[in-house]
């Protein structure tokens, strides 16, 4: 008699209530990465959220996975990490533009140029808002907030051009003013093998009163299809920032790309004692290590 196969529902990834203010961006990402999620027949057993500081940094705790918590801008090398010990998860890093552009820049740089199979989820709302409203790298010059009452001096850091100028094989950007479209491109970033980079303009409601949703909607640039080539990706996302709006969309898509973890298996010839990977041995792996160092 065949197995009955269970038909999940975006139910079956519900955990905490969110507590994020009413209108944040971030819920339209949370209920977009939980129907990639469906889509991709994932369970939950089978993800792994790894999560930073700021508003954006509870999302691990508002979806049913394994979750970890971690410290200000070192999602990435724990994410990397993950995905090393346990190659078979799907491991999605997520935070925001303060977490992931500032203190954690130099991690950013360096996880798009090894390429490790893991998607990274950044909730941009262009200003740091669970300290109350500073500016952030994504801030447009000229933007005024009680740290910069007669406004920021800097222009803002393009987290596509850097993305892409460092290697990474998957670029993307969504909004959370389309929410259809963004479970599309996070579907398509989880299933990339390989870094995937999914920069997300979700809109702070509390504090930035500037790049509002009915902002994003006049200013957004959208682009139909990735581009062939890097160069061809940066000229145009370039010259959508040049003309003074912001771009929108899958702008590069490298196929058949060998991932940091497939390549270090490789070069250290594990790849066969990884293929027979099964729940058992790592429940034996974890318990010999707790033994040998806890108890």
């Known amino acids: 008699m065949a197995t009955e196969v269970k038909k999940r529902t975006l139910r079956d990834y519900d955990s905490h209530k969110p507590t994020w203010c009413p209108g944040c961006g971030d819920y339209a990402v949370l209920l977009a990465l ?6 991709l027949n994932k369970d939950p057993h089978e ?23 971690g410290i200000h801008g070192r999602v990435l ?23 992931g552009y500032a203190i954690g820049g130099n991690h950013f740089l360096h996880v798009c ?5 893991i998607t990274y989820i950044v909730m941009n709302n262009m200003i740091y808002g669970l300290t109350k409203g500073q ?24 987290p596509l051009y850097i993305a892409l100028s460092m290697g990474a094989t998957f670029v993307a950007r969504g ?3 389309d929410p259809k479209t963004l479970a599309e491109i996070f579907t398509q970033a989880i299933q990339h093998k390989g870094f995937s980079l999914v920069d997300v303009y979700s809109p702070c409601v509390t504090f930035n009163k500037f790049n509002t949703y009915d902002w994003f909607k006049e200013n957004i640039v959208k682009n139909e299809k990735p581009f062939e080539s890097r160069a061809e990706a940066i000229s145009h996302i370039m010259d959508v920032w040049n003309s003074g709006k912001v771009p929108v969309g899958i702008f590069y898509k490298e196929e058949n790309s ?25 429940k034996e792996k974890v318990k010999r290590i707790i033994e040998e160092n806890f108890v």
């Not at 993800?47 to 970890?68: E, F, N, R, T």
């Not at 990490?81 to 925001?96: E, F, R």
């Not at 500016?135 to 393009?158: D, H, M, N, R, W």
């Open 47 to 69: 993800v792994v959220v790894v999560s930073g500081i700021g508003c954006s940094g509870k999302i691990s705790d508002y979806i049913k996975a394994y979750g970890y918590h």
């Open 113 to 117: 140029r090894r390429n490790p199979d």
């Open 135 to 158: 500016t952030s790298p994504t801030s447009l010059k000229g933007f005024i907030t009680g740290t910069t009452p007669y406004g920021a001096v800097e222009g803002p850091v393009e």
């Open 34 to 39: 939980k129907k990639a999620l469906l889509a």
């Open 77 to 99: 090398p724990t994410a990397t990490a993950i995905k090393l010990a346990n190659p078979t998860l799907t491991v999605i890093g997520a935070g925001g533009d303060g977490d």
């Open 175 to 177: 909004f959370s003013g």
């Open 258 to 282: 060998v991932s940091y973890d497939e390549q270090l298996v490789k070069d250290i010839k594990l790849a066969p004692a990884l293929q027979d990977i099964t729940d058992k041995v790592w």
